[in-house]
């Protein structure tokens, strides 16, 4: 049974689905949750609090689908295709995670800024993960750390550095097709296999 917490978030989400997040109430999203506007704000202090929650658990979720993409049992080259498609599907079909990949956010969206005033300890605990949320290059990184620490033990001898730069490449890659699609529908997996391919021996074999 999911906590007040995820109720009220999954009720956010799915009102953003058909309103602008300036038209979104408070007292709706509370109702949508089956809880009291006390409760909704008790868990995230105001509607900043509430986008900032919702905006990092999008990225959240975009970050478990990349380590699901890593722990398969396949070649690393044929992986970071996978990521690299992982990250085009989110980025089409989440509005939130495109926004957090590619820094445009549109008026319709929630734009969570840093928390600013009061120091991070004197931040309740279950809200101190919802200060802040990850641009683009922190992202991107984030996925490049992640594949570097599976792969790393899996290409000896590779080094680090150019080992890091092709893990990055893959993310990269996958924003490409969001920004600019493939002409023809499914033609990025193809696209993606041979430019990953294509990177460097040592990086790959």
Partial sequence: MPTARESLLDAALSALAGLPWPAVRMVDVAAVAGVSRQTLYNEFGSKEGLARALVRREADVYLRGVDRALALRSAPAERLVDVAEWTLGAARSSALVRALLTGAWSARLPAPSVRTGAPVSAVPAQ????????GPAELVAAVRDRALAVLEHEVPGADPVELGRYCETAVRLGL?????????????????????AGLPVRATR
């Fill in 127 to 134: 809200r101190r993960a919802d200060a802040g949320v990850p």
């Fill in 176 to 196: 490409s097709f969001v920004v600019a699609p493939a002409a023809r529908a499914g033609g990025h997996t193809g696209q993606l296999r041979a430019m990953l």
